[in-house]
């Protein structure tokens, strides 16, 4: 499929836009990184918390989603609550944006037919139409459904799906910012990932966490304009894999408390729960996973 001209730099947009745009590209530096610091595709997941009974569709249609990409990407574990949770109704003020947005950039080079079947798979259940974002600028989405979000249960994250006009295909974790925290989260998520960010504007940076030929994971940040407040996701939460959980909890900014061997809680700057996972307590099957990933990886570009 032809590249269209523009369009990408012309909005202001939540990052959304730019897969197969620069920041491919610059993601593709990533490679320069030490094997310790890229060979984790592993490096950040989700945990989902679901009302019982719901975990294994869920599951399914996540897997369903990631397997479009590849899939030995488990990247996304739904579990149970004990009890169904009363959740909250939306006021009558509109509808809040959930601080956490899950994007995946599908290539085109298989034509319209895979994502456009992907987003009819969004209009039914489990899942549920959210919004739909607004671009602003001379050039606007040449593809239905292109800036629409959907999520499948309250307190979830956002889910989109968006084209890649050349470039590798792409799995983002994006979270939303409070403006006046921006610069300070920015610098926690430097210190969790020890990494530097691969691409940066004033509102928006992305950070390289795993690339080879096929595919980039990719952790971003996107500010959101003043006055407007994101949601943190009550029944999801984002998992990091750090080497030293010790020394990184005295240089965090709130409370760090553990909840279970090799695992601790805390929260950035906005209230977005953080799990941390210390390097040392992976256990043999998690490296096994690793290996088979990489070996899968391999197969396929035979």
């Not at 039914?124 to 739909?132: A, D, E, G, N």
């Not at 309250?154 to 006046?180: D, M, N, Q």
């Amino acid at each position: 499929m032809d590249k269209k001209a523009g369009g990408e730099d012309d909005c202001v947009d939540s990052g959304a836009e730019t897969g197969g745009s620069e920041y491919s590209r610059m993601s593709s530096t990533s490679s320069e990184l030490s094997v310790e610091d890229v060979q984790d595709p592993f490096l950040v997941s989700v945990h989902i918390i679901t009302d019982p009974g719901e975990s294994k569709i869920l599951q399914q249609a996540i897997d369903y989603l990631l397997a479009w990409i590849h899939p030995d990407l488990q990247l996304f574990r739904v579990s149970e609550r004990r009890a169904s949770q009363k959740h909250r109704k939306q006021g009558k003020v509109g509808v809040s944006q959930p601080a956490l947005a899950i994007i995946l950039f599908l290539q085109e080079e298989y034509g319209e037919e895979p994502i456009l079947q992907l987003h009819e798979t969004f209009q039914r259940p489990p899942w549920h139409y959210h919004h739909t974002e607004q671009v602003h600028g001379k050039f606007l989405p040449y593809m239905p459904c292109s800036q629409d979000f959907y999520t499948l249960a309250p307190g979830t994250p956002l889910w989109a799906i968006r084209p890649v006009h050349y470039g590798k295909e792409i799995i983002r974790f994006t979270i939303y910012c409070r403006s006046e925290n921006f610069v300070d989260i920015l610098k926690l998520y430097e210190l969790i990932l020890k990494r530097p960010v691969c691409q940066k504007k004033a509102d928006f940076c992305v950070f390289p966490i795993y690339s080879n030929m096929d595919i980039d994971i990719q952790f971003s940040l996107k500010k959101l304009p003043k006055g407007q407040i994101p949601a943190p996701t009550e029944s999801a939460v984002l998992e990091f894999r750090v080497k030293d959980v010790g020394q990184l909890v005295p240089l965090l900014p709130n409370s760090c408390s553990p909840i279970s061997e090799g695992r601790w809680q805390t929260e950035d700057h906005d209230g977005n729960r953080i799990l941390l996972q210390g390097l040392g307590y992976l256990t043999a099957r998690l490296i096994h996973v690793l290996n088979h990933f990489a070996n899968a990886i391999i197969k396929g570009l035979r």
